[in-house]
């Protein structure tokens, strides 16, 4: 059974970075099926960055996702945080969530 933990979120003032962590618990294949998500506040949840490397348009060039397969973790690196940015970070891999984590960018 696989089990995904977040951490890392917080409150950052708008152009500031935050950089979230996912451990995964369990075996899956690889540490590429595990995706970035986010919700927002009254919208749907939507893809942030795939574990293959697709990100959302409105991210492209500002956030990074990477691997540590030593300790099984998958990490999102946000940079130039803005407002629209906030919203609860979870992480994913094939019918696995975890249970979020809050960002909120705010002055």
């Known amino acids: 059974q696989v089990e995904l933990v977040e951490s890392g979120g917080g409150v950052v003032h708008p152009g500031g970075s935050v950089r979230l962590s996912c451990v995964v618990y369990g075996n899956i294949f690889s540490l590429y099926a595990v995706s970035w998500y986010r919700q927002a506040p009254g919208n749907e949840r939507e893809l942030v960055a795939s574990g293959s490397g697709i990100y959302a348009q409105g991210v492209k060039g500002r956030f990074t996702i990477s691997r540590d397969n030593a300790s099984k973790t998958v990490y999102l690196q946000m940079n130039n945080l803005k407002p629209e940015d906030t919203a609860v970070y979870y992480c994913?891999?094939?019918?696995?969530w975890g249970q979020g984590t809050q960002v909120t960018v705010s002055s």
């Open positions: 994913n891999c094939p019918g696995v």
